[in-house]
C-alpha cells in the first residue's frame, strides 16, 4: 500500500511564525507536490520535485519555500506565516515517467490555521 | 494559461439517480487526464485516460475522454449516499515532473 504521511493533520500558528509542514512518502516516488486546497479554488500548485534537491515553483509559490534533502521526504516551509495562508496543505508523489499510471498519491492533509 | 473547468460545481441527488460530471481543458502538452474522488480526506484516483472514445469503468462508475473535443466526463449511476465527495478532474502534462492541472471540482451530495 502507497502511504503518503504529512506530520500533522491540524496546526495552529500564529502570524509571523516560521512552519514547517513535513511529508513523507515510502513509495520510492521521484516526484513529491505541495497543494493548498480552499473552498471554491480546487487544489492549486505550490512547489514540486522531480528529484532530490530539485525543485520548481507552480502556481502560487509566493510566501513558500520548500526543501527536498533526501528522496522520501518534501518539506514545505512558511517563513513568515500570514492570516491568508490558513489553508488545507495536501502532499502527494508520484512515480516518474513509464513506471505504471501517473495518478498521485495523496496523503491526509495539514489543516492550518494561522491567527 | 493552462485551465481544467469542472461542472457542475454542486449538485444535489437522491440514491438511485444517475450523474453526469463534466471536465473541459485548454492545456499545452496533454499527456492524460485523471478523475480522483475527495471525501473527508485525501484524493484517492479513479481513472486515468489517455485515448478517445475508450471507455473506463469501474462498477458503476464510468468514464470517456474526448480529445478533439477537449472533454471528459465521469458517469455514477444507481448512486449512492457513500458517493457523496467532491470529484476532482486533472490533467497530466507531457514533463518528467509528473504536473497536473486541477480543476475546481464537483460536489456531489446524494441524499437517502
Known amino acids: 500500500d502507497v502511504k503518503v504521511t504529512q506530520s500533522s493533520r491540524y496546526l495552529v500558528k500564529r502570524t509571523g511564525e516560521k512552519v514547517f509542514l513535513e511529508c513523507v512518502q515510502d513509495m520510492d516516488h521521484e516526484n513529491m507536490f505541495w497543494y493548498r486546497q480552499d473552498p471554491g479554488l480546487g487544489l492549486r500548485l505550490i512547489y514540486f520535485?522531480?528529484?532530490?534537491?530539485?525543485?520548481e515553483k507552480g502556481d502560487i509559490p509566493e510566501g513558500y519555500s520548500v526543501s527536498r534533502e533526501k528522496k522520501e521526504r518534501f518539506s514545505l516551509i512558511l517563513e513568515s506565516a500570514s492570516t491568508n495562508q490558513t489553508s488545507m496543505y495536501l502532499c502527494?508523489?508520484?512515480?516518474?515517467?513509464?513506471?505504471?499510471?501517473?495518478?498521485?498519491?495523496f496523503g491526509p492533509g495539514t489543516r492550518l490555521t494561522v491567527l | 494559461e493552462d485551465k481544467v473547468v469542472q461542472s457542475p460545481l454542486s449538485l444535489v441527488v437522491h440514491e438511485g439517480d444517475t450523474v453526469t460530471l463534466n471536465c473541459s481543458y485548454e492545456v499545452t502538452n496533454f499527456r492524460s487526464l485523471l478523475w480522483y474522488k475527495q471525501e473527508k480526506k485525501a484524493p484517492t484516483f479513479l481513472f486515468m485516460l489517455?485515448?478517445?472514445?475508450i471507455e473506463k469503468k469501474s462498477g458503476r462508475l464510468s468514464s470517456i475522454l474526448d480529445k478533439k473535443e477537449l472533454f471528459s466526463i465521469l458517469n455514477i449511476t444507481a448512486t449512492q449516499t457513500g458517493d457523496s465527495a467532491i470529484y476532482l478532474c486533472a490533467v497530466d502534462h507531457n514533463t518528467n515532473a509528473g504536473k497536473s492541472t486541477f480543476g475546481d471540482g464537483t460536489t456531489l451530495t446524494v441524499k437517502p
Open positions: 502527494a508523489s508520484s512515480p516518474s515517467d513509464g513506471r505504471g499510471n501517473n495518478e498521485q498519491f
Open positions: 520535485s522531480y528529484d532530490v534537491k530539485m525543485k
Open positions: 489517455t485515448s478517445s472514445g
